[in-house]
T-cell receptor, first 110, second 115 residues
Framework: QKEVEQNSGPLSVPEGAIASLNCTYS??????FFWYRQYSGKSPELIMF????GDKEDGRFTAQLNKASQYVSLLIRDSQPSDSATYLC??????????FGSGTRLLVRP | KAGVTQTPRYLIKTRGQQVTLSCSPI?????VSWYQQTPGQGLQFLFE???????NKGNFPGRFSGRQFSNSRSEMNVSTLELGDSALYLC??????????????FGPGTRLTVL
């Protein structure tokens, strides 16, 4: 069973801090990695995707991928209360199925 | 450009009934995937359709089925509903998922309650 693991949280950070969200996956053949944000009662929205080892930055968000360690992370700089949501890590496995982690709940305290 | 639309948004059914949910992808998107989201199991992949063909299937019983039409619109059907089928059903579309690099965009979901 291919798995994507995330700490369920909640991860609580003060406003302005860096929030670090982590995800591990089991399928070594995975090629594409995605981070989605889901507000309560809403559908997931894509924040970032990453395909290559290393870092990818987009505004306040940085995705990091280490395929050797089967690890992907999302850093949110200058966290805002509006960032409070559940963050879902998704991995496209070797059969092109998108497998989601259970999500990490982030709380940004004003 | 309009996003992914799903109808109906809310549905209440009783055990044993069947239900059909509809999804219209973003214009130009040819791949449609369906997911079930519950508090206990999270987001689980149901199946994916491309060019009217099911390309991928998750680990759900045969009561869950789907189809895609020539205009890329998709429907999913659940027969003989069980209480455990109560969930948010999400549809996501992408241009061409098998490339391995396509982003999926989600619709607002259909909230199904089985009584």
């Amino acid at each position: 069973q291919k798995e994507v693991e995330q700490n369920s949280g909640p991860l609580s950070v003060p406003e302005g801090a860096i929030a670090s969200l982590n995800c591990t996956y089991s399928d070594r053949g995975s090629q594409s990695f995605f981070w989605y944000r889901q507000y309560s009662g809403k559908s997931p929205e894509l924040i970032m995707f990453i395909y290559s080892n290393g870092d990818k930055e987009d505004g306040r968000f940085t995705a990091q991928l280490n395929k050797a360690s089967q690890y992907v992370s999302l850093l949110i700089r200058d966290s805002q209360p509006s960032d409070s949501a559940t963050y879902l890590c998704a991995v496209m496995d070797s059969s092109y199925k998108l497998i989601f982690g259970s999500g990490t709940r982030l709380l940004v305290r004003p | 450009k309009a996003g992914v639309t799903q109808t109906p948004r809310y549905l209440i059914k009783t055990r044993g009934q069947q239900v059909t949910l509809s999804c219209s992808p973003i214009s130009g998107h040819r791949s449609v995937s369906w997911y079930q989201q519950t508090p206990g199991q999270g987001l689980q992949f149901l199946f994916e359709y491309f060019s009217e063909t099911q390309r991928n299937k998750g680990n759900f019983p045969g009561r869950f089925s789907g189809r895609q039409f020539s205009n890329s619109r998709s429907e999913m059907n659940v027969s003989t509903l069980e209480l455990g089928d109560s969930a948010l059903y999400l549809c996501a579309s992408s241009l061409f998922l098998s490339s391995g690099s396509d982003e999926q965009f989600f619709g607002p979901g259909t909230r199904l309650t089985v009584l």
